[in-house]
């Protein structure tokens, strides 16, 4: 295994990100900046702007109407807010949005660097941060203005302070891993699950340490987490008639997901908004908030799965294969392409580049655990992934913030292929050289 100083190892990933900012940026400019953009990235850019002018986190479709809304967890949009806010007249170009996206897009990989390093070694860390710097699966979402690129931005930090806290465990580190455990958690409502498939089993079977000791790390990192999270749940509280905690959107999503459009036919396993138009219809009007909305279309749709629940497994299936890129798959192209108003050349290099990323990532999950190295980090975000599918559709959105953990777990594949190659190089050099 590689050393993890820093001698020889600063400057070339300083290099490596910059790179990761050049193809960040070359793909805004050349791809996306003169594509109208709507759905989610509309929500986005224009609720920063009316956040920005006082007007409040309100649905930017209501008109003219100051219409309270918990649509998306803050973060991205809290990260768009601050251009806004300092813009003339909070106006934001869609160029401009895209550029600061691409700021938390490159600082992604800079963390998986750092990581790969913790993971397994220098050499690991500056493979992962070429990978991070190339692969469209981490860069895409930047120039899409989508919350994606802050959901992998905080999925690679739980990650770097997972394994530094692991290498060299302290109060500070386990801090610090709450506190980005609580930043994940705002950028996607799935990632709050970091809490429970990282930082409480990696507390808990922490080395050399009492169980005294690690309950109390436990505790003020779990405080720690919350404090992050907490003024986003208090801001809630008073401006639903349901309680709201991190977003008011799974019911949307679990309508648009549950319908007989969904569990047969050519959109097994993926979303109709046609679907969704006629479930939320009976819940129009002023009558409702977003909150009443949500909790009324989760009901109808966990009742639409229990009135059809011999087809779930097939549907679940569809699902898995979806996100897995290896049932439909050509009409995931097109659907993202529809969707997101994503760039050919961009999606096809997304759709096949997944593909050899993936194996190396399960062979570089089997290297790991021959060394012994702990997985459960890397691993947790592909189950988060998984949940999120199952209870919902599959879209290639909802894989983003996995792709750090399947970038790192690649690093250490092509590493060890590598040195194992070159041992063998080296052996059989040597055998000539005795030969002869």
């Known amino acids: 295994m ?88 909070h106006f934001v170009s869609q160029l401009a949005n895209m550029l600061w996206s691409c700021i938390p897009g490159t600082a992604t990989v800079l963390l998986c660097g750092l990581a790969g390093r913790e993971i397994a070694g220098r050499t690991t860390g500056l493979v992962a941060a070429a990978l991070a710097a190339v692969y469209p699966g981490l860069w895409v979402y930047d120039g899409l203005l989508l919350s994606e690129t802050t959901a992998v931005f905080a999925a690679a930090g739980v ?49 050399d340490r009492e169980w005294k000791v690690r309950v109390s790390w436990l505790v003020v990192a779990g405080v720690v987490g919350w404090l992050v ?59 409702y908030d977003d909150s009443d909305r949500d909790k009324l279309l989760r009901g109808d749709s966990f009742q639409f799965m229990k009135d059809h629940w011999g087809q779930l497994p097939q549907v679940f299936a569809a699902r898995v294969g979806r ?59 592909p189950v988060m992934t998984l949940i999120s599918v199952l209870s919902t559709f599959a879209q290639w959105r909802y894989r983003a913030a996995s792709e750090p953990a399947l970038v790192l777990l690649a690093a250490v594949a092509i590493t060890y292929l590598y040195e194992r190659f070159a041992r063998t190089r080296s052996t059989a050099a040597q055998s000539n050289l005795t030969a002869e």
């Open 2 to 89: 590689s050393g993890r100083g820093s001698r020889g190892f600063a400057w070339p990933l300083a290099a490596i990100v910059l790179l990761g900012a050049v193809v960040r940026i070359v793909f805004a400019l050349t791809q996306q900046q003169h594509v109208p953009l709507g759905g989610d990235a509309y929500v986005y850019t224009a609720g920063a702007k009316a956040l920005a002018s006082g007007r409040g986190w309100i649905d930017p479709y209501g008109g003219f109407r100051t219409i309270p809304t918990a649509s998306h967890p803050p973060l991205y949009m809290v990260w768009l807010w601050i251009p806004a806010f300092f813009a003339d007249g």
């Open 323 to 381: 996100i897995l890129d290896v049932y439909q798959p050509r009409q995931e192209i097109r659907l993202n392409g529809y969707y997101h108003v994503q760039g050919r050349v961009a999606t096809e290099l997304q759709f096949w580049l997944f593909y050899p990323v993936a194996v190396l990532a399960v062979v570089g999950a089997f290297v790991l655990r021959r060394r012994r190295t702990l997985l459960f980090p890397l691993l947790a975000f």
């Open 159 to 207: 990650i770097l302070f997972a394994y530094r806290y692991r290498n060299r465990p302290s109060l500070a580190r386990a801090v610090w891993l709450g506190a980005w455990c609580g930043l994940a958690t705002l950028a996607r409502s799935e990632l709050a699950l970091t809490f429970v498939l990282v930082l409480l089993p990696l507390l808990v079977l922490t080395k």
């Open 229 to 287: 999270v907490s003024p986003w749940l208090v801001f809630n509280a008073g401006r639903f008639h349901q309680t709201v905690f991190l977003s008011t959107s799974a019911g949307r999503t679990m309508a648009a997901a549950n319908c007989p459009a969904t569990y047969k036919g050519p959109l097994l396993g993926f979303k109709s908004y046609a679907c969704l138009n006629d479930a939320t219809k009976p819940y129009a009007g002023r009558r």
